[in-house]
């Protein structure tokens, strides 16, 4: 016994020895843009993890990593600095950022920078990753980046990865002159996900004018605004997968694709007949002229969506409008919904993959019921009866609409409710009781929130 247990010890401490050592990296403290390119060139030859700090400021210059090892490497702000505060700028002179580690399992990893103004004849004018490991892009700005003639990935090109995941950056601005993915481009990965990034005003002149992605097997989108992007075919996303599809709570608007009978929000495209394609609570809604959903193979579950117009075959289809999802102020980028939106309290719950919080990382059931779209509605209220049914049974009789008229009239204090009584919630009442008597509650503002028809 004794002797197991000294082994077991002895193992133990190798292992945490094992796991100390792994988890050592070298670091490096940048603040000029020639140091960066310096200890990149390092980085990529000397053996060992690598974490790349930049302090605050602007680093101009193009800038390349090529490993023929397998380590990792991180870019990222000292502290808690923001991407506003640590920007990469080619000034249009090349293509900003390229890590290649070919066909070795490095890891990624790109966090809290803005990346800007790369051009190029090239792919990938932006960032352009290659690599057999993991990619992690957090928090970054990756703005007015153009790749020219016939390169896809305008901002940024990602080919051939293990897993990739994009968590709450802001994609914008980025033009793939001539060919496909103007916001992003990814070709082979096994699995990708999307989460709360921003996606908006990109241009590619063939396909997928904020995203094109292809020969991946399994993508989750969650949370994420595709909004105003451009290209002459699939104006949002172009996506084409083998195995699954999770499209769940992303606000998808104002996308187009110029070419006639082509899709102005998202198309996806599947190439194994078992794959499958589960869409849930997203608003998918006002691209264009008309084509917001493409499908096209796998089994198709479509949940509590609101889209206009959709192609293809489907297996499930429940829940789903076709209405003005009525977002604050589009026209000024905010794409939160206003009281009274059709989408509020609309989603599924149970969604598969749902979230925890929303895009702004509020909860994302409020109210009893999620929202559609990627911004939960966070005002609370209540799903109470109009406070003129006394007995509460989701009926305005007569007698309960003139009993709190007269009390509205004559200044008296109602016993539930808002007081002095107010007047519109009066003329809510003597609507609800015109419209038939029977009334529900969808939610949102007193007195709108209070709708004929049966239901509660
Ligand atoms: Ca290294
Ligand atoms: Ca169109
Ligand atoms: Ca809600
Ligand atoms: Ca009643």
């Given at each position: 016994?004794?002797?197991?247990?000294?082994?077991?010890?002895?193992?133990?401490?190798?292992?945490?020895?094992?796991?100390?050592?792994?988890?050592?990296?070298?670091?490096?403290?940048?603040?000029?843009?020639?140091?960066?390119?310096?200890?990149?060139?390092?980085?990529?030859?000397?053996?060992?993890?690598?974490?790349?700090?930049?302090?605050?400021?602007?680093?101009?210059?193009?800038?390349?990593?090529?490993?023929?090892?397998?380590?990792?490497?991180?870019?990222?702000?000292?502290?808690?600095?923001?991407?506003?505060?640590?920007?990469?700028?080619?000034?249009?002179?090349?293509?900003?950022?390229?890590?290649?580690?070919?066909e070795n399992e490095v890891n990624f990893?790109?966090?809290?920078?803005?990346?800007?103004?790369?051009?190029?004849?090239?792919?990938?004018?932006?960032?352009?990753?290659?690599?057999?490991?993991?990619?992690?892009?957090?928090?970054?700005?990756?703005?007015?980046?153009?790749?020219?003639?016939?390169?896809?990935?305008?901002?940024?090109?990602?080919?051939?990865?293990?897993?990739?995941?994009?968590?709450?950056?802001?994609?914008?601005?980025?033009?793939?002159?001539?060919?496909?993915?103007?916001?992003?481009?990814?070709?082979?990965?096994?699995?990708?996900?999307?989460?709360?990034?921003?996606?908006?005003?990109?241009?590619?002149?063939?396909?997928?004018?904020?995203?094109?992605?292809?020969?991946?097997?399994?993508?989750?989108?969650?949370?994420?605004?595709?909004?105003?992007?451009?290209?002459?075919?699939?104006?949002?996303?172009?996506?084409?997968?083998?195995?699954?599809?999770?499209?769940?709570?992303?606000?998808?608007?104002?996308?187009?694709?110029?070419?006639?009978?082509?899709?102005d929000g998202i198309y996806i495209g599947?190439?194994?007949?078992?794959?499958?394609?589960?869409?849930?609570?997203?608003?998918?809604?006002?691209?264009?002229?008309?084509?917001?959903?493409?499908?096209?193979?796998?089994?198709?579950?479509?949940?509590?969506?609101?889209?206009?117009?959709?192609?293809?075959?489907?297996?499930?289809?429940?829940?789903?409008?076709?209405?003005?999802?009525?977002?604050?102020?589009?026209?000024?980028?905010?794409?939160?919904?206003?009281?009274?939106?059709?989408?509020?309290?609309?989603?599924?719950?149970?969604?598969?993959?749902?979230?925890?919080?929303?895009?702004?990382?509020?909860?994302?059931?409020?109210?009893?019921?999620v929202d559609m779209g990627a911004y939960?509605?966070?005002?609370?209220?209540?799903?109470?009866?109009?406070?003129?049914?006394?007995?509460?049974?989701?009926?305005?009789?007569?007698?309960?609409?003139?009993?709190?008229?007269?009390?509205?009239?004559?200044?008296?204090?109602?016993?539930?409710?808002?007081?002095?009584?107010?007047?519109?919630?009066?003329?809510?009442?003597?609507?609800?009781?015109?419209?038939?008597?029977?009334?529900?509650?969808?939610?949102?503002?007193?007195?709108?929130?209070?709708?004929?028809?049966?239901?509660?």
């Amino acid at each position: 016994m004794k002797i197991t247990k000294m082994i077991t010890v002895c193992l133990t401490l190798a292992v945490s020895l094992w796991v100390c050592c792994l988890s050592q990296a070298a670091e490096f403290h940048v603040s000029r843009s020639i140091d960066l390119q310096v200890k990149l060139a390092e980085a990529q030859a000397n053996g060992e993890d690598d974490i790349i700090f930049l302090a605050a400021g602007t680093y101009v210059g193009t800038f390349s990593y090529s490993s023929e090892e397998a380590n990792d490497l991180t870019i990222k702000p000292e502290a808690d600095l923001t991407p506003e505060q640590v920007i990469l700028d080619a000034e249009s002179l090349g293509r900003l950022l390229y890590l290649n580690a070919g066909e070795n399992e490095v890891n990624f990893v790109i966090e809290r920078v803005t990346c800007k103004r790369g051009k190029a004849v090239l792919p990938g004018a932006g960032l352009f990753l290659e690599t057999a490991g993991n990619i992690n892009i957090v928090d970054c700005i990756i703005t007015s980046n153009s790749s020219y003639s016939s390169n896809n990935g305008g901002g940024i090109y990602i080919s051939s990865a293990n897993a990739i995941n994009f968590n709450k950056n802001v994609i914008m601005n980025n033009y793939a002159k001539n060919y496909n993915g103007g916001g992003i481009y990814i070709s082979s990965a096994n699995a990708i996900n999307f989460n709360k990034n921003v996606i908006m005003s990109n241009y590619a002149a063939s396909s997928g004018g904020g995203i094109y992605v292809s020969l991946v097997n399994i993508i989750h989108f969650i949370n994420n605004i595709i909004v105003n992007n451009n290209a002459s075919y699939d104006g949002g996303l172009h996506i084409r997968l083998s195995s699954e599809f999770n499209f769940i709570n992303n606000t998808v608007t104002g996308n187009k694709a110029s070419s006639s009978s082509s899709i102005d929000g998202i198309y996806i495209g599947v190439s194994e007949h078992q794959a499958k394609i589960y869409i849930a609570n997203n608003i998918i809604w006002g691209n264009d002229d008309g084509g917001d959903i493409y499908l096209t193979g796998g089994i198709v579950e479509l949940y509590t969506n609101n889209y206009k117009g959709i192609a293809g075959s489907f297996k499930t289809s429940i829940g789903n409008i076709d209405q003005d999802p009525s977002f604050v102020a589009p026209e000024e980028g905010d794409y939160h919904l206003s009281l009274g939106s059709p989408c509020i309290n609309s989603g599924y719950n149970e969604a598969s993959n749902l979230p925890a919080t929303d895009k702004d990382g509020n909860s994302r059931i409020i109210n009893d019921f999620v929202d559609m779209g990627a911004y939960e509605l966070t005002d609370s209220f209540s799903f109470d009866p109009h406070p003129a049914d006394s007995n509460n049974n989701w009926t305005i009789e007569d007698n309960e609409f003139n009993n709190y008229n007269s009390a509205w009239k004559q200044g008296n204090t109602w016993t539930n409710g808002p007081n002095p009584i107010p007047l519109d919630f009066v003329s809510r009442a003597g609507f609800l009781k015109e419209s038939g008597g029977t009334y529900h509650n969808v939610g949102g503002k007193q007195p709108d929130c209070w709708m004929p028809g049966s239901g509660e």
